[in-house]
């Protein structure tokens, strides 16, 4: 079993910036996908980034320009850039990973998952 430590979220105004982090608590694949996705109250989970083991990434419209995916291999850990927030990114965000090494967007093709945390930006 694979369990991911997610770090990072809090409280923020709109325009400022966090980072989120998240790390497997062990290394079960050779290689692996890793993306983050949020779910917002009363609405579906939905797609944020992924990157791929060779650093390849895809992101959802809405974050292109202000979020950036990035990974440390030897740390074993991925992160999340978010700058500008919008009180629209207000939403749980989740870690996830897949033993696989291209890109996936959808959850379902995740199946390991981090406990998730807040992220809320006021206006």
């Known amino acids: 079993q694979v369990q991911l430590v997610e770090s990072g979220g809090g409280l923020v105004q709109a325009g400022e910036s966090l980072r989120l982090s998240c790390t497997p608590s062990?290394?079960?694949?050779?290689?692996?996908?890793m993306a983050w996705f949020r779910q917002a109250p009363g609405k579906e989970r939905e797609f944020v980034a992924t990157?791929?083991?060779?650093?390849?990434?895809a992101y959802a419209d809405s974050v292109k320009g202000r979020f950036t995916i990035s990974r440390d291999n030897a740390k074993n850990t991925v992160y999340l850039q978010m700058n500008s927030l919008k009180p629209e990114d207000t939403a749980v965000y989740y870690c996830?990973?897949?033993?696989?090494?291209?890109?996936?967007?959808?959850?379902?093709?995740?199946?390991?998952w981090g406990q998730g945390t807040q992220v809320t930006v006021s206006s």
């Open positions: 990157i791929s083991w060779s650093g390849s990434t």
């Open positions: 062990r290394r079960a694949f050779s290689r692996y996908a």
């Open positions: 996830a990973v897949r033993g696989a090494s291209g890109l996936y967007t959808a959850p379902e093709e995740y199946g390991y």
